[in-house]
């Protein structure tokens, strides 16, 4: 069955500084690969995703993204982190027809 | 844009009563969802839906069920709401890959 884990509940930077939050599924397929962030107060917005081709894409914010089929990982970047980057953060997996199935999240927390 | 709505930000419930959860969408996407999201578990699927009259199980389905009488509706039931159902309700449509949200309903049953 698949699966999306997070390890990270919650993470504090600073601001200005760089930013990786992880991410590992398991499928049994090629999967589909997506970032969501939930301001407070705010529906889910998609990041960023992949699907095939490049292994590292670029999304919307400054974020990105590299998928690492050897480690069935699938981490979100930025270099630079703004204040209003605080949010929460959600990876999923999917494919085909199949609904997202979604990790439990990490929390963002930017202090000056 | 999509525009995903769902019909209260904000509802209070006493136990045993019976909920609607109304979601609207305006963009003719076929497949819908209902979710629910509660802190430290993330997102689960409720229920999902391919088409009008479709309706497919997802990981939590017991204490619930839906509705999609028109493609642009689909509705969350509660049939008898219970206090470990005061949760987050994120309602999406999908387009090929992308997931779009609704605002969430955040239900609060006494």
């Known amino acids: 069955a698949q699966s999306v884990t997070q390890p990270d509940i919650h993470i504090t930077v600073s601001e200005g500084a760089s930013l990786e939050l992880r991410c590992n599924y398991s499928?049994?397929?090629?999967?589909?690969l997506f970032w969501y962030v939930q301001s407070p107060g705010q529906g889910l917005q998609l990041l960023l995703k992949y699907f095939s081709g490049d292994t590292l894409v670029q999304g919307i914010k400054g974020f990105e993204a590299e998928f690492k089929r050897s480690q069935s990982s699938f981490n979100l970047r930025k270099p630079s982190v703004h204040w209003s980057d605080a949010a929460e953060y959600f990876c999923a997996v999917g494919a085909g027809n199949t609904p997202l199935v979604f990790g439990k999240g990490t929390r963002l927390s930017v202090i000056a | 844009d999509v525009k995903v709505t769902q019909s209260s930000r904000y509802l209070v419930k006493r136990t045993g009563e019976k909920v609607f959860l109304e979601c609207v969408q305006d963009?003719?996407?076929?497949?819908m969802f209902w979710y629910r999201q509660d802190p430290g578990l993330g997102l689960r699927l409720i229920y999902f839906?391919?088409?009008?009259?479709?309706?497919e199980k997802g990981d939590i389905p017991e204490g619930y069920s839906v509705s999609r009488e028109k493609k642009e509706r689909f509705s969350l039931i509660l049939e008898s709401a219970s206090t470990n159902q005061t949760s987050m309700y994120l309602c999406?449509?999908?387009?090929?890959?992308?997931?779009?949200f609704g605002s969430g309903t955040q239900l609060s049953v006494l």
């Open positions: 963009m003719d996407h076929e497949n």
């Open positions: 499928y049994g397929a090629t999967p589909y």
């Open positions: 999406a449509t999908r387009q090929y890959e992308k997931l779009f």
């Open positions: 839906s391919y088409d009008v009259k479709m309706k």
